[in-house]
């Protein structure tokens, strides 16, 4: 059973930059796919980023050249690294891990930017 973990949500303002983490209870390294989604009130999760384990990042046409998607395999972790947030940015964004073509899910943080 893989088990995800977040952390770094919080409250920002526009404009501002937040890191986001994902420790995996286990090893990532035959993880197909590691990344994040997010989803905001009343609308679909959508996709943020992902990174396959041969390194390839897939990003959100809303976040490309604001977010950057890093993946550690020595420390088991995702990270997202977002600048230039905007309001519309506020979700509860949730790590993803395709493992064997299962997906698992984090219980997912809160990012808010203020206006």
């Known amino acids: 059973q893989v088990q995800l973990v977040e952390s770094g949500g919080g409250l920002v303002q526009t404009g501002g930059s937040l890191r986001l983490s994902c420790a995996s209870s286990g090893s990532i390294n035959s993880f197909q796919t590691m990344g994040w989604y997010r989803q905001a009130p009343g609308k679909q999760r959508e996709l943020v980023a992902t990174v396959s384990s041969g390194g390839s990042t897939n990003y959100g046409d809303s976040v490309k050249g604001r977010f950057t998607l890093s993946r550690d395999n020595a420390k088991n972790t995702v990270s997202l690294q977002m600048n230039s947030l905007k309001p519309e940015d506020t979700a509860v964004y949730y790590c993803?891990?395709?493992?064997?073509?299962?997906?698992?899910w984090g219980q997912g943080t809160q990012v808010t930017v203020s206006s």
């Open positions: 993803m891990a395709v493992v064997v073509f299962k997906s698992y």
